[in-house]
């Protein structure tokens, strides 16, 4: 007999609490099944998953959110990809970009015909033949349309905003379809003695919220997964050793650059994210080489314009809950777990676990072999994600401090050592099923780190090298081509979304 979800509480607003109601008073009907939002008046959002990757560009269709008002509502810029200076050696900078490589998706082997030329002394940088690298480091923007020709169907594109407006916007948009918002703490929580399910929610005003699925939102502190339900903690400080950070938004004085900057420091590293009204900028930071004063010092010398807000420090613990799902709760966001936004993969786990949630959605009873695929799935998700991440560190040459030279010697995942094996020797990109990262990703982060394979793949040997220069140059100029029509970035968003003027 079917006995279905009739009640679904969500712990906590912010981002991660909003996108779930959002999207499941989307896909659910109101009169079959209700939803609670319990946010506290007391707790603020953290702000620091303010940049994206492509995908999230799917969450908002699914909405069937207009992306123009989305972006004027959030103070929203668009986003290429993620500039990287000073990761491998001081004075290195490079872009991980989205989107394909060449001019169309054939082009699978393009590196390997790069990497046989730069043998024979091309210097050739490998962004020149990404459209999103070309495009983005002009300082130029556009959205691709079905009319438009090559290599306009390499390109993708995320988004910069406001997590706070965000949550907002999607407040809005949840309310107007059922979902009813209470704003009280949780006090205490409720279990049923015969299976340990949560069963009750106390309020600070008396108030009991029952339901049969719990969405723990609440952060760091994980209110229901972990305070509750105990479910435990996977720690990775060992291979992420940075455990706080300060940030600080301060004002706009330049262009408005369509990419994320992440500029690494001494005991760290400086993100940099443009917004329409503001740049959102934060310093990662491991207390073990910098104290909290010095981190703080270093990130205001190294603002583009006056500061806005008094510097604010979060403190947090790299790694993720050893359950994801536990009996009838499922934790989202910085409930789950934490990575550091290195790649702005925040909010896509929180996509992540709702597309998840509603392809294994359950029924009241929560059946164990559900849970364990959803923690299966979202578990692999987590740690190849880490791996990425780890990367950045693992891959350095520099020695001018002590975080770096930990880093560069320190044990990895062998999951990642096998990756970085197997591309030190022969230019080729291992992947595992169901991975975010394609191999233009790991191809971007690979060699702007500067590991360089020892061969290349033999069987681009085969090609003269006189045909294969001119494909690469040709491939070099459609790209260059393509990326002078296209507008400044700033002048994109003033024609299509521009924000209206913010309160005084």
């Not at 403190?315 to 009996?327: D, I, P, S, V, Y």
């Not at 299966?376 to 040459?397: G, N, P, Q, S």
């Amino acid at each position: 007999m079917r006995d279905p979800i009739q009640r679904i509480a969500i712990v906590g607003g912010g981002t991660a609490g909003w996108m779930a109601a959002a999207i499941l008073a989307r896909r659910l009907k109101r009169e079959l099944v209700r939803i609670e939002v319990v946010e506290s008046p007391d707790i603020g959002t953290v702000g620091v998953g303010e940049a994206t990757i492509p995908p999230i560009r799917q969450f908002n269709h699914a909405l069937g959110l207009d992306e123009n008002d989305f972006l004027r509502a959030t103070q929203g810029t668009f986003k290429l990809g993620i500039e990287f200076r000073d990761w491998s050696r001081i004075g290195r900078t490079y872009l991980h970009p989205f989107g394909l490589l060449g001019l169309n998706a054939e082009h699978v082997s393009l590196h390997q015909e790069w990497l046989r030329l730069r043998s024979l002394g091309e210097e050739t940088s490998f962004e020149e033949y990404s459209c999103n690298a070309v495009v983005a480091k002009a300082g130029r923007f556009k959205r691709p349309t079905s009319q438009d020709a090559m290599p306009w169907d390499s390109f993708s594109y995320a988004f910069h905003f406001d997590a706070a407006l965000y949550a907002e916007y999607l407040r809005g948009y949840a309310q107007a379809r059922g979902v009813a918002r209470v704003e009280r703490r949780v006090v205490n929580v409720d279990l049923w003695p015969a299976n340990g399910f949560i069963r009750a929610l106390q309020l600070d005003d008396g108030q009991r919220i029952e339901a049969d699925l719990f969405i723990d939102c609440s952060g760091f502190r994980g209110l229901l997964i972990e305070q509750a339900l105990k479910t435990g903690y996977e720690d990775w400080t060992h291979w992420l050793p940075c455990d706080q950070a300060v940030a600080v938004p301060c004002e706009n004085t330049a262009p408005l650059t369509p990419y994320t900057r992440s500029t690494a420091r001494t005991a760290g590293w400086q993100w940099r994210i443009p917004l329409q009204h503001r740049i959102g900028n934060g310093y990662v930071y491991c207390s073990r080489y910098i104290s909290d004063d010095e981190a703080a010092e270093t990130l205001m010398a190294n603002l583009d314009g006056p500061a806005q807000a008094e510097p604010r420090f979060l403190r947090f613990t790299t790694g993720r809950r050893r359950k994801l799902w536990n009996k009838n709760c499922i934790a989202l966001g910085l409930a789950s777990g934490f990575l550091e936004p290195l790649e702005s993969t925040s909010i896509h786990l929180i996509q992540k676990g709702l597309t998840h949630l509603l392809n294994l959605f359950p029924d009241r009873h929560c059946s164990p072999a559900l849970v364990d695929e959803y923690n299966r799935i979202a578990i692999e998700e987590y740690d190849r994600i880490r791996d990425f991440i780890v990367l950045h560190y693992k891959a350095t040459t520099r020695d001018d401090a002590p975080l770096w030279r930990y880093c560069r010697d320190m044990p990895i995942p062998e999951t990642l050592g096998h990756k970085m094996r197997q591309f030190s020797s022969s230019g080729r990109v291992v992947r595992y099923g169901g991975e975010l990262f394609a191999t233009p990703n790991w191809l971007a982060v690979l060699l702007g780190q500067e590991i360089w394979p020892q061969k290349h793949d033999p069987l681009v040997d085969q090609r003269p090298p006189g045909p294969l220069r001119a494909h690469l140059q040709q491939i070099r100029t459609v790209i260059a081509r393509a990326a002078e029509e296209v507008p400044r970035h700033e002048d994109y968003i003033a024609q299509h979304c521009r924000a209206p003027p913010r309160p005084a």
